[in-house]
């Protein structure tokens, strides 16, 4: 894992001052602790920090290609570089090290775009072509590693792996975008292309940018992840086996263990994780996994992970998670750079904190619940989708109000928040499966907003993606549909932010075997026929499950890794302390201080849960605090 900047003259050849690359690079220290490097030529510098996992000695980047051409700044792995540079030396390339960086620059001088969609691996790189001049930034299809640039007015492209590296150059606007903060009260986090910062853009899951100059830019999608929700319909196409299912998994964890340096897996109770260790049991290597424990009995997997460690795991280690919500806030936003509001990344953080004493590498489970329709809300979703279907369209019409009458009930369980219900059966589907991808519910997100934006846009960008999306797979079951808005968005932009932001701020990095190509392949293939029960809460997985792991993790229900986020702001000496005593959130003119306030001292009173919505205004005033400090030390 690295981190990667640069600036590019696109109208002359300027020289660019040594001190801002400096400041970039000082910015992605923690990223690549181990090692620096630069390029520089006449309206060129490209920096690189490096986190040395293969070939510490011959991986050092900036990459420069054996003809001279080729300049390469890469964060992430490249989990077949071995074929990649076998397919190179059948070409009569010479390659000299056996480091991933080597064999991906020379591979993209040679097939230029065309190497995207050969590639598996976590990117984000920036390769320069010196005789045309020209950039090429990409990202991998499911959006593991970041990439984020900006134009400025004078005509200059500024790339690097955070934004706070673009802002520390000193040629980037920090102006906020309101788009992306209604996106932000709603989901938690920001979607897509669109970041906090007006002037700042991120490259897609899946696409790649060609920036020539003088100024020319090409954006376009080599890979497009909604597509792995795409499944047929019938069991007489496309059908896959267990076994065949196991295959891929144990080829996607074999190809995720290359390292030089220790790797280990982490390992909850459920069969996500205990598959992956499994694996790599099965593939020879000694397996050593790493599962964290809550003192809340209802939280804690210990137990249930010490059935697949005993089996399989040559050394194991758990760690009890105690976690102080009120200290780490300040922390976890200076790590994600961006505000988020995912209050599992607390947990997750001190996780890879933790873990960094055993390992530098660890498999994760990451994209199974995407791939095999996991999560909770699948299941309500199918269920909501058959009533919203036998439902009159003229009694759904009526549902909303009926709904406004009754209670809220935030403690029921869902099926039984009639109020939550009664809405989402008289929503459009598409508009359904939004709110259930929604962090803090539409209504509540309206209220912390200040008037003067929440009027400016009439639905959340993220919600009218989610509509585009539904469309794109109209022919599809909604379930489907669900499953793609989830890769598109809830994966690239919540998930594996998450991780890829709590990993590198401790020098870590985390590989998911489940993102693998051949095993998402292995799961497009698996017949779909919802609403059976086996299409849900990823049933093919299982089924191997069955095969391979104890009975008790087999067959346990899903558990999340939400901490009790309503408890801890019901605390009075809790995180809630914050919103009294920072004048940030209310003075910025981004919230509603009266509304929010009001939901202070209901929640405290225990007569409603606003957790999410408070939670998500706590996460926002930490951000504006770590930005101001940006600024005074700028």
């Given at each position: 894992?690295?981190?990667?900047a640069g600036i590019i003259?696109?109208?002359s050849?300027?020289?660019?001052p040594?001190?801002r690359?400096?400041?970039?690079?000082?910015?992605?220290?923690?990223?690549?602790?181990?090692?620096?490097?630069?390029?520089v030529?006449?309206?060129?510098?490209?920096?690189?920090?490096?986190?040395?996992?293969?070939?510490?000695?011959?991986?050092?980047?900036?990459?420069?290609?054996h003809?001279?051409?080729?300049?390469?700044?890469?964060?992430?792995?490249?989990?077949?570089?071995?074929?990649l540079?076998?397919?190179?030396?059948?070409?009569?390339h010479?390659?000299?090290?056996?480091?991933?960086a080597?064999?991906?620059?020379?591979?993209?001088?040679?097939?230029?775009?065309?190497a995207l969609?050969?590639?598996?691996?976590?990117?984000a790189?920036?390769?320069?072509?010196r005789?045309?001049?020209?950039?090429?930034?990409?990202?991998?299809?499911?959006?593991?590693?970041?990439?984020f640039?900006?134009i400025?007015?004078?005509g200059l492209?500024?790339?690097?792996?955070?934004?706070?590296a673009l802002?520390?150059?000193g040629?980037?606007?920090?102006?906020?975008?309101q788009?992306a903060?209604?996106?932000?009260?709603?989901?938690?986090h920001?979607?897509?292309e669109?970041?906090?910062?007006?002037?700042?853009k991120?490259?897609?899951?899946?696409?790649?940018?060609?920036?020539?100059?003088?100024?020319s830019?090409?954006?376009?999608?080599?890979?497009?992840?909604?597509?792995?929700?795409?499944?047929?319909?019938t069991?007489?196409?496309?059908?896959?086996?267990v076994?065949?299912?196991?295959?891929?998994?144990?080829?996607?964890?074999?190809?995720r263990?290359i390292?030089?340096?220790?790797?280990g897996?982490?390992?909850?109770?459920?069969?996500?994780?205990?598959?992956?260790?499994?694996?790599?049991a099965?593939?020879?290597?000694?397996a050593?996994?790493?599962?964290?424990?809550?003192?809340?009995?209802a939280?804690?997997?210990?137990?249930?992970?010490?059935?697949?460690?005993?089996?399989?795991a040559?050394?194991?280690?758990?760690?009890?998670?105690s976690?102080?919500?009120t200290d780490?806030?300040?922390i976890?936003?200076?790590?994600?750079?961006?505000?988020?509001?995912?209050?599992?990344?607390?947990?997750?953080?001190?996780?890879?904190?933790?873990a960094?004493?055993?390992?530098?590498?660890?498999l994760?489970?990451?994209?199974?619940?995407?791939?095999?329709?996991?999560?909770?809300?699948?299941?309500?979703?199918?269920?909501?989708e058959r009533?919203?279907?036998a439902?009159?369209?003229v009694?759904r019409?009526?549902?909303?109000?009926?709904?406004?009458?009754?209670?809220?009930?935030?403690?029921?369980?869902?099926?039984?928040?009639?109020?939550?219900?009664?809405?989402s059966?008289?929503?459009?589907?598409?508009?359904?499966?939004?709110?259930?991808m929604?962090f803090?519910?539409?209504?509540?997100?309206a209220?912390?907003?200040?008037?003067?934006?929440i009027n400016?846009?009439?639905?959340p960008?993220?919600a009218?993606?989610?509509r585009?999306?539904?469309?794109?797979h109209e022919a599809?079951?909604?379930?489907?549909?669900?499953?793609?808005?989830?890769?598109?968005?809830?994966?690239?932009?919540?998930?594996?932010?998450k991780?890829?932001?709590?990993?590198?701020?401790?020098?870590?990095?985390?590989?998911?075997?489940?993102?693998?190509?051949p095993?998402?392949?292995?799961?497009?293939?698996?017949?779909f026929?919802a609403?059976?029960?086996?299409?849900?809460?990823?049933g093919p997985l299982r089924a191997?499950?069955?095969?391979?792991?104890a009975?008790?993790i087999?067959?346990?229900?899903?558990r999340?890794?939400?901490?009790?986020?309503a408890a801890?702001?019901?605390?009075k000496?809790?995180?809630?302390?914050?919103?009294?005593?920072s004048?940030l959130?209310?003075?910025?003119?981004?919230?509603?201080?009266?509304?929010?306030?009001?939901m202070?001292?209901?929640?405290?009173?225990?007569?409603?849960?606003?957790s999410?919505a408070?939670?998500t205004v706590?996460?926002?005033?930490?951000?504006?605090q770590t930005?101001?400090q940006?600024?005074?030390?700028a």
């Amino acid at each position: 894992m690295c981190g990667v900047a640069g600036i590019i003259d696109l109208q002359s050849r300027r020289d660019i001052p040594d001190w801002r690359l400096d400041r970039m690079l000082d910015a992605l220290a923690y990223r690549g602790p181990d090692d620096e490097g630069r390029f520089v030529e006449p309206g060129v510098t490209i920096g690189h920090r490096r986190l040395s996992i293969i070939d510490p000695a011959g991986g050092a980047q900036p990459f420069l290609t054996h003809c001279g051409d080729g300049v390469l700044s890469f964060n992430g792995e490249i989990y077949n570089f071995q074929s990649l540079a076998q397919d190179l030396r059948d070409k009569g390339h010479t390659l000299r090290t056996r480091s991933d960086a080597e064999a991906l620059g020379e591979y993209l001088t040679h097939y230029e775009t065309d190497a995207l969609p050969k590639i598996d691996g976590m990117f984000a790189f920036a390769h320069w072509r010196r005789r045309s001049r020209t950039l090429l930034l990409a990202r991998d299809r499911f959006g593991e590693k970041p990439l984020f640039y900006a134009i400025t007015r004078d005509g200059l492209f500024v790339f690097a792996s955070e934004t706070r590296a673009l802002l520390a150059s000193g040629l980037v606007n920090a102006d906020l975008d309101q788009e992306a903060i209604v996106d932000y009260a709603h989901l938690g986090h920001t979607v897509g292309e669109r970041t906090i910062y007006k002037s700042i853009k991120s490259v897609a899951a899946g696409n790649y940018l060609i920036i020539k100059t003088p100024v020319s830019i090409t954006n376009a999608a080599y890979s497009d992840s909604t597509n792995a929700a795409a499944r047929t319909h019938t069991n007489e196409h496309g059908q896959q086996s267990v076994a065949g299912l196991g295959d891929s998994l144990d080829e996607a964890v074999r190809s995720r263990l290359i390292s030089d340096v220790p790797v280990g897996a982490f390992l909850s109770g459920g069969i996500d994780s205990g598959l992956i260790v499994s694996s790599i049991a099965r593939s020879n290597k000694s397996a050593t996994s790493f599962t964290i424990g809550f003192d809340d009995n209802a939280l804690d997997e210990r137990p249930a992970a010490r059935l697949v460690s005993r089996e399989y795991a040559r050394s194991a280690h758990e760690f009890r998670l105690s976690v102080n919500a009120t200290d780490a806030i300040d922390i976890l936003a200076s790590a994600y750079d961006e505000p988020f509001a995912d209050p599992s990344a607390v947990a997750y953080f001190l996780m890879c904190e933790a873990a960094r004493k055993h390992a530098t590498v660890w498999l994760g489970g990451d994209g199974a619940d995407e791939l095999f329709s996991g999560y909770r809300r699948h299941s309500h979703f199918a269920f909501e989708e058959r009533a919203r279907q036998a439902t009159p369209a003229v009694m759904r019409r009526a549902l909303p109000a009926i709904a406004k009458a009754m209670p809220k009930m935030d403690w029921a369980p869902r099926p039984l928040r009639w109020k939550s219900t009664l809405n989402s059966l008289g929503a459009e589907t598409a508009d359904a499966y939004f709110q259930m991808m929604c962090f803090t519910p539409a209504a509540y997100a309206a209220d912390i907003l200040h008037p003067d934006i929440i009027n400016e846009t009439s639905l959340p960008p993220s919600a009218l993606r989610v509509r585009e999306i539904f469309a794109e797979h109209e022919a599809a079951h909604p379930l489907q549909a669900a499953m793609a808005a989830d890769l598109a968005i809830w994966l690239p932009d919540r998930m594996l932010r998450k991780v890829d932001r709590a990993s590198m701020a401790h020098g870590l990095e985390v590989r998911s075997p489940y993102l693998a190509p051949p095993l998402v392949n292995a799961a497009c293939q698996w017949p779909f026929e919802a609403p059976r029960a086996e299409n849900l809460r990823k049933g093919p997985l299982r089924a191997l499950a069955n095969e391979r792991l104890a009975a008790p993790i087999a067959t346990a229900p899903k558990r999340g890794f939400a901490p009790p986020l309503a408890a801890w702001l019901r605390n009075k000496s809790g995180p809630m302390t914050r919103l009294y005593d920072s004048s940030l959130w209310s003075l910025s003119g981004l919230f509603n201080s009266n509304a929010v306030h009001k939901m202070i001292k209901t929640h405290q009173s225990g007569r409603r849960d606003y957790s999410q919505a408070l939670w998500t205004v706590i996460m926002f005033d930490a951000f504006l605090q770590t930005q101001n400090q940006m600024t005074k030390a700028a």
